[in-house]
């Protein structure tokens, strides 16, 4: 299906006959649907939350049904709330380095509390969102997006090898031949199908690519479904399954990547509306879908999900299809809400083996730095900019790598300052604004 043959379904409000539309909802779940679960799996890790077990397979299904949620808040929306374009929401990789380190030094409860705030604050950006885009240009974005990757892939190679808790590390099988050989058919099968075929199989590669590393864990004796057997078919969700805990430190920390989130999401509301109606979005259209990235950020947040945001792998399905309408969205977001209403679903997920979410997520964690990379190239790199590039990594890579060199500042500074992306973010913005334009 191309965009010549699919022009009729340029207008974001258009309806494609059923027969068509459902496979098309389908296409977009699975294009992100492994991305969608990784930063659950990974916060529940450092939160020192049993890997298969009950808690972390509620993380997994909230992932599930609040990318749904928060989708529909886009594609159908409410009022002003909701761009009303085809833009998939789902779980950020932009805030893992964040509530991961406050989930393992101030717990769950602290993190997701922070996620509620911050989802509020979001949401509020959504009034003057057009006017802050000058603060972010892809200088800004570009080397955030860069820093997510680059603190992202260390724990790729660590789940790769067969953990990445202190205990997993120290196992004789770590870094074993057994582990590699799961993790690499993973990213082998996925690089084959996404650059081999077209259509579905290239979008899905990383899923099929996990499916394929899971089964061959499988018969290598590494999977358990005690965890899926005990699992109901369906459950309610819970409100504060951890309670509320108020830390100031935590909700700046997870304000400023909101603000970043925010950015990233007028460019796919941008991108979206460019690649399926060769226009540019809207101001209503930017705000709405501001609206509804923090609304579904903080909706999550209250029942235990993580922050949302669209994803900009969807709007590459969008361009390759010339497909714009909303309502093929709308029926992704159905499947993902029935999907994390169903904990065996979440418990399959869970009972994937590390090194099977290793080779995918070596696969995406690259890919995100590489984006950031794509971004920082349309950055004229003269001194100015090239000086800006290399203090702000050098800050945020360089305490995340050796945080003992900040071990006597106060437990939520602490937090910030090793999290990488925020002081990132907090150097680059800074010096963006002080220093002076080369001639």
């Not at 779980?91 to 509620?116: D, E, H, P, R």
Request: aromatic share 8%; charged share 5%.
């Amino acid at each position: 299906m191309t965009q010549t043959s699919m022009g009729a379904y340029g207008d974001p409000n258009s309806t494609p006959p059923l027969a068509q539309a459902v496979p098309l909802g389908l296409q977009h779940v699975l294009a992100m649907f492994a991305s969608n679960v990784t930063p659950s799996i990974i916060v529940a890790g450092a939160a020192g939350l049993a890997f298969g077990g009950p808690e972390q397979v509620y993380l997994i299904q909230m992932a599930m049904l609040f990318a749904g949620i928060a989708t529909l808040f886009q594609t159908v929306g409410v009022g002003p709330i909701g761009a009303r374009l085809p833009i998939m929401q789902g779980t950020s990789f932009a805030f893992v380095g964040v509530l991961a380190g406050i989930a393992a030094t101030m717990g769950l409860s602290v993190a997701l509390s922070a996620c509620i705030i911050g989802g509020a604050i979001h949401f509020v950006l959504g009034g003057f969102i057009k006017h802050l885009r000058w603060m972010f240009p892809p200088l800004i974005t570009g080397l955030v997006i860069l820093a997510i990757g680059l603190y992202l892939i260390p724990v790729a190679i660590k789940y790769a090898a067969g953990g990445a808790a202190p205990f997993q590390m120290e196992a004789e099988s770590f870094g074993s031949l057994k582990h590699w050989s799961v993790a690499l058919s993973v990213v082998i099968v996925s690089l084959v199908l996404k650059f081999f075929t077209r259509g579905m199989l290239s979008n899905s590669a990383i899923l099929i690519g996990l499916i394929v590393g899971y089964v061959v864990a499988y018969f290598s004796g590494m999977v358990s479904f005690a965890a899926v057997g005990k699992a109901s078919w369906f459950t309610a969700v819970t409100p504060l399954p951890y309670g509320f805990e108020f830390n100031l430190g935590a909700v700046v920390a997870v304000t400023l990547v909101s603000i970043v989130s925010a950015i990233e999401t007028v460019g796919d509301a941008e991108a979206t509306t460019k690649a399926g109606a060769g226009r540019s979005a809207t101001d209503a259209e930017i705000s709405g879908a501001t609206y509804a990235d923090g609304l579904g950020t903080a909706v999550a947040g209250v029942f235990g999900g993580l922050p949302n945001t669209s994803f900009s792998q969807n709007v590459g399905i969008v361009g390759m299809t010339g497909i714009m309408s909303r309502h093929v969205v709308t029926i992704g977001a159905l499947v993902l809400i029935a999907c994390g209403l169903v904990p065996k679903i979440g418990a399959v997920i869970a009972s994937m083996p590390l090194p099977v979410l290793g080779g995918g997520v070596i696969v995406m964690f690259g890919m995100v730095a590489a984006a950031g990379l794509n971004v920082l190239s349309e950055v004229n790199m003269n001194r100015r900019n090239m000086v800006i590039i290399a203090v702000s990594l050098a800050a945020g890579l360089g305490l995340n790598l050796v945080p003992s060199a900040v071990q006597y500042l106060p437990g939520v500074v602490k937090t910030l300052a090793t999290s990488a992306v925020a002081p990132t973010a907090l150097v680059a913005i800074v010096l963006n604004l002080v220093l002076p334009d080369e001639i």
